[in-house]
T-cell receptor, first 112, second 113 residues
Framework: DAGITQSPRHKVTETGTPVTLRCHQT?????MYWYRQDPGHGLRLIHY???????DKGEVSDGYSVSRSKTEDFLLTLESATSSQTSVYFC???????????FGPGTRLTVL | GENVEQHPSTLSVQEGDSAVIKCTYS??????FPWYKQELGKRPQLIID?????GEKKDQRIAVTLNKTAKHFSLHITETQPEDSAVYFC????????????FGKGTKLSVIP
């Protein structure tokens, strides 16, 4: 499982509250990614990182921010959660120049 | 940007039959094409991939073929088994040298015993 963990694994929150999801890896990989998975949409890239403090936006970045202050941790923040952000969030690490990606176990987030 | 289309969205086969899932991509510079299998409630897992310098790759009962001219690639599963039932996703990197992936919307494969 490429040493990837995500926390929390499940979270229920209310609209308007801030939420931070954490992805942690133990193998010093340079590339890390946050995706969301929704029925009928597959996996969509939110943000990605190509090194400490180096991040960029993906396809569906509105309403999300990220931070990477250490190689092993990549944080995804919803500043003010909305019901449309109810989803399963997967973190991934990239090897072989980032193309080969391996996923964490996922976080199921429900925004009421 | 890259666009990946995947068909069919659902596929049912009898145990022992073959299954084929097809994907098309839009960026002719893409050079890496992985396939992921996701069982219910689990994470997507990389099962096979192909790079643009080869046309076919096999791993036991699964194979992937790539047609760069037509910009499409396919996953072939032979002698299907109930444990092959899952959602399968194709992906492509949006341009050579890119470290991102664009995913298809997935195919739900059901293998009927």
């Amino acid at each position: 499982d490429a040493g990837i963990t995500q926390s929390p694994r499940h979270k229920v929150t209310e609209t308007g509250t801030p939420v931070t999801l954490r992805c942690h890896q133990t193998e010093n990989h340079r590339y890390m990614y946050w995706y969301r998975q929704d029925p009928g949409h597959g996996l969509r890239l939110i943000h990605y990182s190509y090194g400490v403090k180096d991040t960029d936006k993906g396809e569906v970045s509105d309403g999300y921010s990220v931070s990477r202050s250490k190689t092993e941790d990549f944080l995804l923040t919803l500043e003010s959660a909305t019901s449309s952000q109810t989803s399963v969030y997967f973190c991934a690490i990239g090897v072989a120049g980032g193309n080969e990606q391996f996923f964490g176990p996922g976080t199921r987030l429900t925004v009421l | 940007g890259e666009n990946v289309e995947q068909h069919p969205s659902t596929l049912s086969v009898q145990e022992g039959d073959s299954a084929v899932i097809k994907c098309t991509y839009s960026d002719s510079a893409s050079n890496y094409f992985p396939w992921y299998k996701q069982e219910l409630g689990k994470r997507p897992q990389l099962i096979i991939d192909i790079r643009s310098n080869v046309g076919e790759k096999k791993d036991q009962r699964i194979a992937v073929t790539l047609n760069k001219t037509a910009k499409h690639f396919s996953l072939h599963i032979t002698e299907t088994q109930p444990e092959d039932s899952a959602v399968y996703f194709c992906a492509a990197n949006p341009g050579a040298g890119s470290y991102q992936l664009t995913f298809g919307k997935g195919t739900k494969l059901s293998v009927i015993p």
